[in-house]
């Protein structure tokens, strides 16, 4: 394999030498080029004409060897990062970007200096790095990205890319409920009056479907029962978040089995039980498999 040599930036540290640091550390990165933007897909990844990569929203086949997809190409290998496949992007980069939530992180992008005042007075503090016209604030823990949950506000994490501008300062501190919460107005249950799903489908979790499960089926449905509970107690709002979080939790009851545990099927009974309440079916079934996920 052609080993690209590293290209000198203004004077300064290669940006590939840079991404190989932050790769090492188990943080995925990718080039940017001018703009801020992620290189462009080649001819045969154009239009999703691959299929796309395994990890995205429309899971597919696509083994495509160069810095295609954005996010999803973003890597630790550095053999892929040295590549030539990716040579050619590296010799034109302007900055190195990472994949927030495939480090399990989430940046908070405040993009103002009113955005900054209020992430001081409403979040808690944690690691911070400056930006060209405000700061980034980054948390352990991943959830879904949104953009402009508030004014100048953005979420950086799963299905997204942040610039890296530096380690930054200040200690990293738990992704917290609040920030979480600035997604909530997308996932809270609408209108009992809106149609929201045309979802069916019976949940069928028993035994034989946990074959590699060390609960007993009265422990996980106990659970299960619990959960589904306080979901369709929340029948103004939040009923979207709630998934989100009875997901995580009997996920996280699993994590030590040797599986399977059949939380898929666990997980179609969450996304029934959001459903039932008002929460449109694409946003339930994102915040269980988000759930579900977060707990890994």
């Avoid at 007075?121 to 352990?140: C, D, F, M, N, Q």
Wanted: aromatic fraction near 6%; include cysteine.
């Amino acid at each position: 394999m052609t080993q690209p040599t590293p290209i000198q930036r203004d004077g300064h540290r290669p940006r590939l030498l840079d991404a190989l640091d932050l790769a090492a550390a188990g943080v995925p990165v990718l080039p940017l080029r001018a703009g801020k933007l992620p290189f462009g897909n080649c001819s045969s990844c154009t239009g999703s004409a691959c299929g796309d990569r395994p990890n995205m929203k429309a899971a597919g086949p696509c083994q495509c060897p160069r810095p295609c997809h954005g996010w999803a190409a973003a890597a630790t290998d550095p053999a892929v990062l040295r590549s030539s496949a990716w040579a050619e992007a590296w010799r034109q980069a302007h900055a190195v970007a990472y994949h927030p939530g495939g480090a399990g992180l989430t940046v908070v992008d405040l993009d103002t200096a009113d955005a900054v005042t209020w992430a001081r007075k409403s979040l808690p503090a944690t690691r911070t790095v400056p930006t060209t016209r405000g700061e980034h604030w980054i948390y352990l823990g991943s959830m879904r990205s949104a953009n402009n949950v508030r004014p100048s506000v953005d979420i950086k994490s799963l299905m997204q890319y942040a610039r890296w501008l530096g380690p930054g300062t200040g200690t990293m501190t738990h992704l917290p409920d609040t920030v979480r919460a600035l997604i909530e107005r997308e996932e809270t249950s609408p209108a009992r009056s809106e149609v929201v799903s045309s979802l069916n489908r019976p949940a069928t979790w028993d035994a034989a479907v946990a074959t590699g499960c060390q609960h007993t089926e009265r422990y996980v449905r106990t659970g299960l029962d619990r959960g589904v509970a306080l979901i369709r107690a929340r029948t103004e709002t939040g009923a979207g978040s709630q998934a989100f979080g009875v997901a995580q939790f009997l996920a996280k009851q699993h994590a030590a089995c040797p599986g399977p545990c059949g939380l898929d099927a666990l997980g179609q009974h969450i996304i029934n039980a959001a459903v039932s309440v008002g929460v449109p079916e694409q946003y339930a079934r994102r915040a269980v498999t988000n759930g579900l996920g977060s707990a890994a």
